[in-house]
């Protein structure tokens, strides 16, 4: 079954491939984060080929059910204008730079391949499973787990105040 | 077995499209995006190294990553949403209040 694995990974890889290149290259905000969304659910799907399914609902729940609903959430909000200087045209620098970077991590990765002597990996004794993943969390890593838990309290009330619109105080002369 | 290598290489290319993003294009949000899809892939190197070592530890990793990424997310969307208010633009080359 071997040739399966490898066909879903590969399929998935380029289904992944393929919604970061959309993020990048599409001209409608809109578009972006639909392909963000495609990236994400892919990217899940990778993790289950890794043995990972509470990690992939998990990444299905909060990318997908989350962080796209709040981007696109935010793009109709500013009404999504077109942005006809949205690639950087007048900065040759920047693409310059970005195809450097491109290259020098082909030639990294490359590199590694072929010099390092790979293992097999060990693979998980008992998968990704909620009751694994969640005994951990509770037992080794409660405290940073609380910590996470303060983190989302203080962003959530963060984000109201930085969102709310500022009224003028009662009494103040109308405009 | 897949090898982690695979993984690795996959999570390599998904990050460099990140930083082509946020090189290449000016819209705050889609730079946003970008970002997001960077973290994702230092996740899936988590997840596969977690496999390659036999333990769970970095899947746990993971979803603290997560928790992060949401308190980002929506910290970062209403400091867009405060600027676009403020200066009616989503091009970071315009905002340069800071810039003197």
Same mark, same amino acid.
């Given at each position: 079954?071997?040739?399966?694995?490898?066909?879903l990974?590969?399929?998935?890889?380029l289904?992944?491939?393929?919604?970061?290149?959309g993020?990048v290259?599409s001209?409608?905000?809109?578009h972006?984060?639909?392909?963000?969304?495609?990236?994400?659910a892919?990217m899940?799907?990778?993790?289950?080929t890794l043995?990972?399914q509470?990690?992939a609902?998990?990444?299905?729940?909060v990318?997908?059910?989350?962080?796209?609903v709040l981007f696109?959430f935010?793009?109709?909000?500013?009404?999504?204008?077109p942005?006809s200087?949205?690639?950087a045209?007048a900065?040759?620098?920047l693409?310059?730079?970005?195809?450097?970077?491109?290259?020098?991590?082909?030639?990294?990765?490359s590199?590694v391949l072929?010099?390092?002597?790979q293992?097999a990996?060990?693979g998980?004794?008992?998968?990704?499973s909620?009751q694994?993943?969640?005994?951990?969390?509770?037992?080794?890593y409660?405290?940073?787990?609380?910590m996470a838990s303060?983190l989302?309290l203080?962003?959530?009330?963060g984000?109201?105040?930085?969102?709310?619109?500022?009224?003028p105080?009662?009494?103040?002369?109308?405009? | 077995?897949?090898? &982690?290598?695979?993984? *690795?290489?996959?999570?390599?290319v998904?990050?460099?499209?990140? /930083?082509?993003?946020v !090189?290449?294009?000016?819209?705050?949000?889609i730079?946003?995006?970008c970002v997001?899809?960077?973290?994702n892939?230092?996740?899936? &190197?988590f997840v596969? *190294?977690?496999?390659?070592?036999?333990?769970l530890d970095?899947? /746990?990793f993971?979803? !603290?990553i997560?928790?992060v990424?949401a308190?980002e997310?929506?910290i970062?969307?209403?400091i867009?949403l405060g600027?676009?208010?403020?200066?009616?633009?989503?091009?970071?080359d315009r905002?340069n209040l800071?810039?003197?």
């Open positions: 079954m071997e040739w399966l694995d490898w066909s990974v590969a399929l998935f890889a289904i992944a491939l393929a919604g970061g290149f993020v290259f001209r409608n905000a809109v972006s984060a639909l392909f963000l969304l495609l990236n994400f892919s899940a799907m990778i993790y289950l043995g990972a509470f990690l609902m998990a990444q299905i729940l990318y997908a059910g989350a962080i796209v696109i935010t793009v109709m909000l500013i009404g999504n204008e942005v200087d949205a690639t045209r900065r040759p620098l693409h310059a730079a970005a195809l450097i970077l491109a290259i020098i991590f082909l030639a990294g990765s590199y072929a010099i390092t002597h293992q990996p060990v998980l004794a008992e998968q990704g909620i694994s993943v969640g005994h951990l969390m509770y037992t080794r409660l405290l940073p787990i609380e303060v989302l203080a962003a959530m009330i984000a109201i105040v930085l969102a709310r619109r500022v009224r105080p009662l009494g103040a002369p109308k405009e | 077995m897949i090898p &982690t290598a695979f993984y *690795l290489i996959l999570a390599g998904i990050f460099t499209i990140g /930083v082509l993003g !090189l290449i294009r000016r819209n705050v949000l730079i946003f995006m997001e899809m960077m973290m892939a230092v996740n899936l &190197t596969a *190294l977690s496999r390659q070592f036999g333990t970095g899947q /746990v993971v979803f !603290l997560m928790a990424a308190a997310v929506a970062g969307l209403a867009v600027m676009i208010r403020h200066k009616d633009t989503t091009n970071v905002i800071l810039n003197g």
